[in-house]
């Protein structure tokens, strides 16, 4: 296969171009089916599959306004059906997307949204395009036996999480409504069933073109390259004129590597980085068995199906990058028509990733120590200070806010004295830091105060999520709504956050999690 460069759209009979941006019957705002008009091998139609009684639990009237969304299922029961796959939302055309995927190291060769719906894809007043997909909407192609359907607990944990991640600065899927049907669900028990309607800058992941490279050797992956990278790398695409999978690879490559680091850093074990769980726009994605550390664990993970620990909190760097070597490995033949060349210069983009990652690790921690720059030097305070949180069993949320704090000198004005108390051996740490900080180049007082918007004091804690989870499925619905609302300013303190930001009690402490299905 000749190497395969990006075409003038002009150029091309039918480009993926024109099926993004002049499709016939496109709406300035609404729905829009680009995705499913690349063709049936592509995705399936999925049917309505209604639910008994659908009750709307939680709403995002914020990402609402952001969308250009209309409505609101509080008081609109043909949107509240639609969003409860009862009814057909105005425009949309349900489709189940394919894919495949390695899990936890093993090739699956076919598996697909087996419990999710595309609706289609949501253009914004701001030209921005969105998918919308109901998630436990009932069976599809692609549910291998299954229900199609999810319980009301991880459809609770991913709306928390997912939010809270947004307004941490995590890239992320995001949650616009969470909708109680009505119907149980059995998994070890029976359980509440209820549907979550996610919101992502697509949800095309690595196992997207594995499924079509691996699965079906080699048909159709320039389209489905050419459409991803007019989604979501045209601005790079337009400033070179190298090959479509070489634009994806880099792109890929850098979205893994910033969106790791920043999981690092703020302690989050997503808990199943399947390759169908790496989404090619660099957004998180599945928020099953995810959890936030607490106290500080070098070896966190919370997973109950890894029961190897592939997928906890040291692995994720190196399992995103197995993850983009995979994706390397699909996109061989559109890179080079030589085999070594092509080789050559996928190995040359996938070394470029630890260095990538690292880069990005060194600025969140520079900025969340409060220092102009992470250097060499700097090696042995930043290894004694995980040491320290690690033997002193520190919560690591906290432990980072109290340097903000005290950067600051605002231990006094805050909650924390009521929520952490710092060992001796940190406060000696803290001796070394502060002369360290001394020798900071540049505003050294800009430094200081953004300490505050890089240390949050609240984060998604597992006892909390879990008690939204138990709540909610009792029927109470304020403190659910109390915990998504105080989510949203996670860098601030407020009124009440003694409750709010502490560490959990022994007996609150989550050390399994589950993803559901």
Known sequence: MPSRKRQD?????????????????????????????????????????????????????????TLGWSGDPHSDTAQLAALAGNTPMPDSQPIATVYAGHQFGQYNPQLGDGRATLLGEWLTPAGARFDIQLKGAGPTAYSRGGDGRSPIGPVIREYLVSEAMHALGVPTTRALAA????????????????????????????????????????????????????????????????????????????????????????????????TDNALLCGQTIDYGPCAFMDHFDPRACFSSIDRQGRYAWPNQPGIMHWNLAVLAECLLPLINEDADAARQGA??????????????????????????????????????????????????TLAFRWLAEL????????????????????????????????????????????????????????????????????????????????????????DGDVEWARSPEPEERVTRTFCGT
């Not at 499913?36 to 639910?51: E, Q, Y």
């Not at 880069?359 to 930043?382: C, F, N, S, Y």
């Not at 803290?430 to 609240?458: C, E, F, M």
């Open 9 to 65: 759209p002009s150029s091309r009979n039918s480009s993926v171009t024109d099926r993004l941006n002049r499709a016939e019957g496109a709406n300035a705002l609404g729905f829009d089916h680009s995705y499913a008009r690349l063709g049936a091998a592509f995705s399936t139609p999925k049917p309505l599959d209604p639910v008994s009684e659908p009750q709307l639990l939680l709403w995002n009237q914020n990402l609402a306004d």
């Open 179 to 274: 909708v109680a049907t009505g119907e149980p669900v059995v998994r070890n028990q029976i359980e509440p069933g209820a549907i979550l309607t996610r919101v992502a800058s697509s949800h095309l992941r690595v196992g997207t073109v594995q499924y079509f490279a691996m699965t079906r050797g080699g048909d159709d992956v320039a389209t489905l390259v050419d459409y991803v990278v007019d989604r979501h790398f045209s601005t790079a695409a337009e400033a070179s004129d190298q090959p479509a999978a070489v634009t994806l690879l880099e792109g890929v490559c850098e979205h893994f590597a910033r969106l790791v680091a920043h999981w690092q850093v703020l302690g989050f074990v997503h808990g199943v980085l399947n």
């Open 347 to 396: 190995q040359e983009i996938v070394d470029r990733y630890p260095s990538r990652f690292h880069a990005h690790h060194q600025r969140w921690l520079a900025a969340k120590l409060g220092l102009d720059a992470v250097t060499e030097a700097d090696g042995p305070l930043i290894q004694s200070f995980h040491d320290l949180l690690a033997n002193e069993s520190l919560d690591v």
């Open 407 to 494: 950067a600051n000198d605002s231990l006094d004005h805050t909650p924390l004295p009521d929520l952490f108390t710092a060992p001796p051996a940190l406060l000696s740490w803290a001796d070394d830091w502060q002369t360290r900080r001394k020798a900071n180049k540049g505003d050294t007082s800009a430094i200081t105060t953004a300490l505050y918007s890089v240390n949050p004091t609240i984060i998604p804690r597992n006892h909390l999520v879990q008690k939204a989870i138990d709540l909610t499925e009792s029927g109470e619905l304020a403190w659910v709504k109390a915990l998504v609302d105080r989510g949203r300013r996670p860098f601030e303190w407020q």
